[in-house]
């Protein structure tokens, strides 16, 4: 059974920092794509940020210079270091694996978690 699992989520004031982590289990996590997408009440899901099997990564010009994506093969875990939130990334964040740039919102691909909240208040 495939399975991501994230965790770090939370509440925190603009300016600070949380680090999401996602572990994955039942797929070749070496082999895999990895992404953190987010949804806000009333937007569109977005891709934030992405780390490609061979460890591109990609991140949405949003949040360039204050989130890091990297991963752990031997956890199979990969994390999202978020540093001066800001309250615009207020969201749900979703983890997924080889989704390819599809947010499950439009179309399944892939296999996704079930989304951690993030609250950054002003």
């Known amino acids: 059974e495939v399975q991501l699992v994230e965790s770090g989520g939370g509440s925190v004031q603009a300016g600070g920092a949380l680090r999401l982590s996602c572990t994955a289990s039942?797929?070749?996590?070496?082999?895999?794509?990895m992404g953190w997408y987010r949804q806000a009440p009333g937007n569109e899901c977005e891709l934030v940020s992405g780390i490609s099997s061979d460890g591109r990564t990609f991140y949405a010009d949003s949040v360039k210079g204050r989130f890091t994506i990297s991963q752990d093969n031997a956890k199979n875990t990969v994390y999202l270091q978020m540093n001066n939130l800001k309250p615009e990334d207020t969201a749900v964040y979703y983890c997924a694996a080889d989704s390819r740039g599809y947010c499950f919102t439009t179309i399944t691909v892939g296999y996704w978690g079930q989304g951690t909240q993030v609250t950054v208040s002003s």
């Open positions: 039942g797929f070749t996590f070496d082999d895999s794509d």
